[in-house]
């Protein structure tokens, strides 16, 4: 664990170009062994411009775009947590379990919250047309 380690002994734009690297590097992990990952970029590439072209405020533009980015990073987070566990233990153990499941409910948590704004945003388009 040698890339993190020595952020303090370092200037402000050096410590921030090193996050921007761990940053991209764990964008690319993810992208490649991450199949959910992969699927909701795809969704929030098509989806993203597509809040932009609505008939909304720039509030809302922001709350639908905000909503995929959320479940982006959670993706992330879930992925983190599956890794850290793997790390530690490759038994079949109740609390490993638990954590890795803890970590697949927050990202279901947000895609039931990106639908439901989606779909209220989506339908008052409808109903104002």
């Known amino acids: 664990m040698t890339h993190n380690s020595n952020n303090k002994n370092i200037g402000t734009l050096p410590r921030l170009k090193r996050a921007v690297i761990v940053s991209i590097n764990g964008l690319k992990t993810a ?5 959910a990952f992969r ?7 098509v989806c993203i411009p597509l809040a932009f072209f609505l008939p909304v405020s720039l509030a809302l533009k922001l709350l639908l775009a905000g909503s ?3 479940v982006l990073a959670v993706e992330l987070l879930n992925s983190a947590i599956e890794a850290a566990i793997d790390l ?3 038994e079949e153990h109740p ?16 895609l039931i919250q990106a639908a439901a704004i989606w779909a209220a945003v989506l339908l008052s ?5």
Do not use: H
Request: charged fraction near 25%.
């Open 31 to 35: 992208w490649k062994e991450e199949e």
């Open 39 to 45: 699927q909701e970029v795809c969704v929030a590439v």
């Open 68 to 70: 995929l980015f959320l």
């Open 88 to 90: 530690i233990t490759e």
């Open 95 to 110: 609390l490993a379990k638990n954590a890795k499941d803890l970590g697949s409910a927050a990202v279901l948590v947000c």
């Open 125 to 129: 388009c409808l109903m104002n047309q």
